[in-house]
């Protein structure tokens, strides 16, 4: 097993970092274009990531820690976010996610011990048992996932453009 508790929070620590690097003061072109319908493009990723900060990650590991296997976790809407008419500008979805994702970091040092709470397990309303080095792994490669997500969107946007390149750009593939 590859998971380091001090590692993974190096990933999500940065995530925010990265996004606002890639996204901040952005046409809209980049931030709002997609693969078609039903795809989510550059805004909406970041929506999405928002809520998960809320409703996914430390509420299930806080639901591990007290309740183990006896309730299930709370429910998470991967799609809550496209309900959101806020009107928030890209700049303000990068501060709230990163405002979101320090004070999450913080519970997180604060709430396990790499030593002793890793293995033990909670119920996903899915998959049944889950431990918590799950859990946290899965939210770190969820971060990757989103990520390569938005990039790979926005290289599509030019996938009519780059011409005979295309042969040699793996993402647009």
């Known amino acids: ?15 925010p970092r990265a996004l606002e690097a890639l996204l901040a003061g952005l046409s809209d072109g980049w931030l709002h274009c997609n693969e078609g319908e039903g795809t989510w493009n550059a805004s909406e990723v970041v929506g999405h990531l928002i809520e998960a900060e809320i409703t996914n990650w430390i509420p299930r590991l ?11 976790f709370p429910p998470f809407d991967r799609f809550a976010h496209l309900n959101d008419r806020s009107g928030r500008t890209i700049g303000q979805k990068l501060q709230h996610f990163q405002a979101l994702r320090a004070a999450n970091v913080v519970k997180l040092r604060g709430l396990v011990d790499p ?9 996903h309303p899915a998959f049944g048992a889950v431990t918590i080095r799950e859990l946290l ?6 971060d990757m996932t989103h990520m390569a997500q938005i990039v790979r969107v926005m290289a599509k946007r030019y996938a009519n453009d780059v011409g005979p390149y295309k042969e040699y750009l793996s993402i647009l593939k």
Request: proline fraction near 2%; avoid cysteine.
């Open 1 to 15: 097993m590859n998971f380091n508790l001090n590692e993974a929070i190096e990933v999500l620590e940065r995530t």
């Open 62 to 72: 806080e639901t591990i820690l007290n309740d183990g296997e006896g309730k299930p």
């Open 115 to 123: 030593a002793d709470d890793l293995d033990r397990t909670g119920l």
């Open 137 to 142: 792994s899965a939210w770190v490669v969820h």
